[in-house]
């Protein structure tokens, strides 16, 4: 099932600086996004969503694009933290569905 | 802030026995989820169930897979004759409701290792 891909396995960024992690989906009936953070041995945690009538969502230092002619939706984290070290998942939702279907994660790793 | 719970934290069970995992969701929640995570694969969606029956499952919820909400609080996931290939992190999750908007909430996960 790779409805949803996020390409980079890893992601490493200086704290302060802007971390951006990608997500690209193929079914265009997704009509709901969400990212979630991760830490080991934890459950997934979640972080922000955004649905498809929307471009934008913002949350504190969170914001999520998404660009529904290119299937694709990024999350940005400014600025970044050591404590958002962790696996970011991206999941979708297709409209008149519940579940959600996930990315492979990115790992993020913020350095001081 | 309420919080999504699992038991136990890990289990460990010998091929072919029955396990069951237990999950207490957000108690205001009417949706609930079963999810699982093999080691180094993809979260993937096991089943949902709302009003005391399965809303949606995929194909890898077959029979030897059942839920069940007991009583008020409680939400079980049951597998009745575990394979090795069953090993991986199970997660459950709820939701208040499943409109446009709506966001799952998850449990810090069950780790069944089957021997």
């Known amino acids: 099932d790779q409805q949803v891909k996020q390409n980079s396995p890893s992601l490493s960024v200086q704290e302060g600086r802007i971390s951006i992690l990608n997500c690209d989906y193929t079914?265009?009936?997704?009509?709901?996004f969400l990212w979630y953070k991760k830490y080991p041995a934890e459950g997934p945690t979640f972080l922000i969503s955004?649905?498809?009538?929307?471009d934008k969502n913002e949350d504190g230092r969170f914001t999520v694009f998404l660009n529904k002619s290119a299937k694709h939706l990024s999350l940005h984290i400014v600025p970044s933290q050591p404590g958002d070290s962790a696996v970011y998942f991206c999941?979708?939702?297709?409209?008149?569905?519940?579940?959600?279907?996930f990315g492979t994660g990115t790992r993020l790793l913020v350095s001081p | 802030e309420p919080e999504v719970t699992q038991t136990p934290s890990h289990q460990v069970t010998q091929m072919g026995q029955e396990v069951i995992l237990r999950c207490v969701p957000i108690?205001?929640?009417?949706?609930f989820y079963w999810y699982r995570q093999i080691l180094g694969q993809k979260v993937e969606f096991l089943v949902s169930?709302?009003?005391?029956?399965?809303?949606?499952k995929s194909e890898i919820f077959d029979d030897q897979f059942s839920v069940e909400r007991p009583d008020g609080s409680n939400f079980t996931l049951k597998i009745r004759s575990t394979k090795l290939e069953d090993s991986a992190m199970y997660f459950c999750?709820?939701?208040?409701?499943?409109?446009?908007?709506?966001?799952?909430?998850f449990g810090p996960g069950t780790r069944l290792t089957v021997l």
């Open positions: 955004i649905s498809s009538i929307k």
């Open positions: 169930f709302y009003n005391n029956e399965i809303s949606e």
């Open positions: 079914n265009s009936m997704f009509d709901y």
């Open positions: 999941a979708a939702r297709r409209k008149g569905f519940q579940k959600l279907v």
């Open positions: 108690s205001n929640h009417l949706y």
């Open positions: 999750a709820s939701s208040e409701e499943s409109g446009v908007v709506d966001t799952q909430y």
